[in-house]
């Protein structure tokens, strides 16, 4: 199981000062903390709530389709595109970056066992856009366009472009190369999935876009390229097993809201460093920071109270930034939470060959690279404590389907317990769509005439 250790938050190993009194904590927070799991509980079957990622744990509809979908198109394609922003990307390239062969795209059909290679357009930049169509084979490559709303720019602008080289390439059979995820009902998308015939999965009602990675959203892709779903599945059924447990001293969902919710209300420590030590797990820091970003960082309360509150979540990665952030971190502004993700067992061990004797090199020889990732996650956790700076050490066994589920789903949880302790509305984000509003209007969207006359002033780059 997905364990966490947040003794280096203890006001005995930082100081009273930066430090907190965990136990004295929690016995305070014990029956808030308690409420709060049991109403998430509640209400996750309830519409409107937000809460239904709460559910995916136990329903096998969509690993069935996937799955027989999965099936139906083996070895037809040499390639997956997903096109996506936000939630409808980034739980996918971080679960593939972390489950696949860290070169997947570079190895050979045979070493892919036949499985495609796989491609996230999440970004609109013209040069990204041409680079990836002058390396893909339209023809061979099925496209997975994901958006829950159905109209997102982005998106919609990539399908356009894709879509018209595809039809250019394949006349009508250009449709067996488009799949879609959105709504079951509403959105443009849908409306032209239907028209055009597309095979289309669903995003389940109740599931904001940063919760999405275990619905179809992140279960078709992962099953295309191999990925094994059903530990997926089981890995969330254990965790959320685990993490419906009321008392705050067995839930470390709640426990790592709490710490982090009282260092930042305490004691002003409003920055979330999530960083792991592994190369795999370097897209789950990404994601994670759209999760705790957009979930948390509300003007108002749910009551209406203006607050503009939220803690920043920022990227580091375990051993690289200690040559780059590390410096900030220990020796800057004391007002950041260092998360360390640590995988207890890597797929592969590399030796350093003892090849020199000399002293300043000599000691590594006969040492893997494995202890010395080991040994810099420990050092850089020594060095933080000297500085009076707070950590906290996520430890996943192993990087697996199983576990990796645990992670996110832990973290999921982690982020609506805090939600509710800084009592804003998790689930919304008004601020995303202000700024998609404002996309239409400028780019000439009908209905938005308003909205682009009331920002005119504002843009500053004419
Ligand atoms: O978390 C969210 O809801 C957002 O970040 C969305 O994922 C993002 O805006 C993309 O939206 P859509 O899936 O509708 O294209």
Redesign the pocket.
């Known amino acids: 199981m997905l364990e966490l250790d947040i003794r280096g938050v203890s006001g005995s190993i930082i100081g009273e000062e930066n430090g907190l009194n965990i136990q004295e904590e929690f016995e305070k927070y014990r029956t808030k903390i308690a409420e709060i799991i049991t109403d998430l509980y509640k209400k996750k079957d309830t519409a409107g709530e937000g809460l239904q990622w709460m559910n995916l744990a136990y329903s096998q509809e969509t690993s069935w389709y996937v799955k027989e979908y999965a099936a139906l198109v083996e070895n037809r394609f040499d390639n997956i595109l997903i096109l996506?922003?936000?939630?409808?990307a980034l739980g996918g390239i971080a679960v593939t970056h972390a489950l696949l062969h860290p070169y997947w795209n570079m190895l050979s059909k045979e070493e892919r066992n036949g499985f495609p290679r796989i491609f996230f357009l999440d970004n609109i930049d013209p040069d990204q856009i041409n680079g990836l169509l002058d390396i893909l084979d339209l023809r061979k490559t099925l496209v997975n366009v994901?958006?829950?709303?159905?109209?997102?720019t982005?998106?919609m602008a990539q399908y356009m472009i894709i879509k018209d080289r595809l039809e250019k390439e394949l006349d009508d059979d250009y449709r067996k190369n488009i799949i879609v995820t959105?709504d079951k009902k509403t959105?443009i998308l849908r409306q032209i999935s239907e028209q055009e015939g597309y095979k289309t999965f669903v995003?389940p009602d109740d599931i904001?876009?940063?919760?999405?990675v275990f619905t179809a959203?992140g279960l078709l892709p992962f099953t295309l390229v191999g990925i094994n779903i059903d530990e997926i599945i089981d890995g969330l059924k254990d965790i959320d097993q685990a993490l419906r447990n009321p008392d705050i001293n067995e839930n470390i969902a709640a426990q790592n809201a709490l710490v982090h919710y009282l260092l930042d209300t305490k004691y002003g420590k409003n920055i979330t460093v999530m960083m792991p030590y592994s190369d795999k797990l370097k897209y789950v820091a990404d994601w994670f920071i759209?999760l705790w970003a957009?979930s948390l960082g509300k003007s108002s309360t749910i009551d209406g109270n203006m607050i503009h509150t939220g803690p920043t979540p920022i990227k580091a990665i375990g051993a690289t930034d200690q040559h780059s952030q590390m410096q900030l971190f220990n020796e800057g502004p004391n007002n950041k939470i260092i998360n360390f993700i640590r995988v207890g067992e890597f797929d592969t061990t590399v030796e350093i060959p003892q090849i020199f004797q000399y002293t300043g090199i000599g000691y590594l020889g006969g040492k893997t690279m494995n202890d010395l990732m080991n040994a810099e996650a420990d050092s850089t956790q020594a060095s933080l404590i000297d500085y009076s700076r707070p950590t906290i050490t996520i430890k996943m066994p192993k990087i697996n389907g199983y576990y990796i589920a645990q992670l996110l789903y832990m973290l999921e949880m982690q982020t609506a317990i805090a939600g509710a302790l800084y009592n804003v509305n998790t689930f919304n984000?008004p601020s995303?769509e202000q700024t998609?509003n404002y996309t239409y209007a400028l780019m000439g969207r009908v209905g938005y005439e308003e909205s682009a006359n009331a920002i005119k002033d504002k843009i500053l780059s004419v």
């Open positions: 996506g922003i936000g939630g409808s994901i958006t829950k709303s159905g109209d997102t982005e998106t959105t959105g995003v904001g876009g940063r919760f999405s959203v759209q957009e984000n995303v998609r």
